[in-house]
């Protein structure tokens, strides 16, 4: 069975910081891995896709990374903003023909001013 | 474009009654929403696939009667939770696949339903 892991659970830092959210999980063979973000009491919003054959993805401040073979996956944050304190979260997409994804633990980010 | 509604945002509902909760695809059609709960402080968990047109799929442990989901059109799928308990109380959230993404399987998610059953 799929387990997908975040580390670290929740993370606090100052406005400027660079910094690195990690994803850990225990098959690899996967199709491919989402990060999401999630605002208290809201919905999912997407923010990077990787497929199994890519190995990063690029969006603005945000750099996702990918290592099939190890089961990893990071997301990187440049800058860091007050208004990227949210809950991050990354879902994999097993490669069994379905679209199921199966979800992380979070990650609880708060960038202070 | 790949715009997720829910509705309603949220719902209040005594126990042992039975509540509706709405997932559409705004401007797109999926032939497949998937339904996730998440309790609080915990990650998401699928519930079921919704198939146009046919029955749902649950996943392991979900009560396939008392989560009733029904995908009326390519653009709708309904979740009905009958006889609502308590521990019932959750964060009900629905996504769906574009037709432009299939190759990749990338989902888009609605903002959600919060659900209190009292």
């Known amino acids: 069975k799929q387990e997908v892991t975040q580390i670290p659970a929740a993370l606090s830092v100052p406005e400027g910081e660079n910094l690195v959210l990690n994803c850990s999980f225990t098959?690899?063979?996967?199709?491919?891995l989402q990060w999401f973000r999630q605002d208290p009491g809201k919905g999912l919003t997407s923010l990077l896709l990787i497929q199994s054959s890519q190995r990063e993805q690029t969006s603005g401040r945000l750099n996702a990374s990918l290592d099939k073979s190890s089961g990893r996956s990071t997301l990187y944050i440049a800058a860091s903003q007050p208004g990227d304190s949210a809950t991050y979260l990354c879902a994999v997409i097993e490669n069994t023909g379905f679209q199921k994804l199966v979800f992380g633990t979070g990650t609880r980010l708060l960038v202070s001013p | 474009g790949a715009v997720v509604s829910q509705h309603p945002s949220w719902v209040i509902c005594k126990s042992g009654t039975s509540v509706k909760i709405e997932c559409r695809s705004l401007?797109?059609?999926?032939?497949?929403m998937f339904w996730y709960r998440q309790f609080p402080k915990q990650s998401l968990m699928l519930m079921a696939t919704s198939n146009e047109g046919s029955k749902a799929t649950y996943e392991q442990g979900v009560e396939k009667d008392k989560f009733l989901i029904n995908h009326a059109s390519l653009t709708l799928s309904t979740l009905t939770v009958t006889s609502a308990h308590p521990e019932d109380s959750s964060f009900y959230i629905c996504?769906?696949?574009?037709?432009?993404?299939?190759?990749?399987?990338?989902?888009?998610f609605g903002p959600g339903t919060r659900l209190t059953v009292t």
């Open positions: 401007d797109f059609q999926a032939t497949t």
């Open positions: 996504s769906a696949s574009p037709p432009g993404r299939t190759t990749s399987y990338e989902q888009y």
């Open positions: 098959d690899s063979a996967i199709y491919n």
